[in-house]
């Protein structure tokens, strides 16, 4: 008997090594608006946050407003990166498919972020088999994360108890979010960009943070971690 009911995975750092991707485009157009930031300062005010909901940071430090019309650009831009670029994590497809036959299909792929790029992010990295029809977008809700909203969504949709999911997330504000949730939060934090710390993800709630995602199905499935 499994340990969890379901497998609630976030995508942005977790499935899809995106992060470096999405935020150099960023970089890139505030910089064209006056910003100047580094790679690890832009990190910082932006990892795991969708960024119109980063609209005072931005109309604050650049003097102007964060149109529709900028955003629009700001997603033309990085999806034409992301189709190129973006890789799967090291590991994580091997790891997913081992836990999507572990939990009779029942896992979840719930982001922060907008459907097309979550949808075109596990199309090009062979994700998507596994996750087809059990997508679900913050943007689609009323509140995006740290808010529990897509957790609980996706846990209804899979008939479970948000409590009997196990969560799978990178940053202090997924874990926040799955935490509120009522899940049990497991925090994946490699050495390389992209991710906060260890200490960072405990601090929000992770039960256990591990490194490599090819640990994850043997974690999920250990009652001691």
Sequence with gaps: MQKFEAVLFDCDGVLVDSEPITNGVLRDMLQERGWTLTPAECMRHFIGKAVKDQAALIEANTGQPLTEAWMLQFRERRNERLLRDVMAIPGAVQAVEKIHTLHAGRIACASGADRFKVELQLHKC?????????????HELPRSKPAPDVYLAAAAALGVDAKRCAVIEDTVTGVTAGVAAGATVYGFSPSDAGHDTP???RAAGAVHVFADMLDLPALLANTDA
């Design 126 to 138: 062979g994700l998507m088999p596994w996750f087809k029809g059990h997508i679900f977008s913050g």
């Design 199 to 201: 200490a960072a993800l």
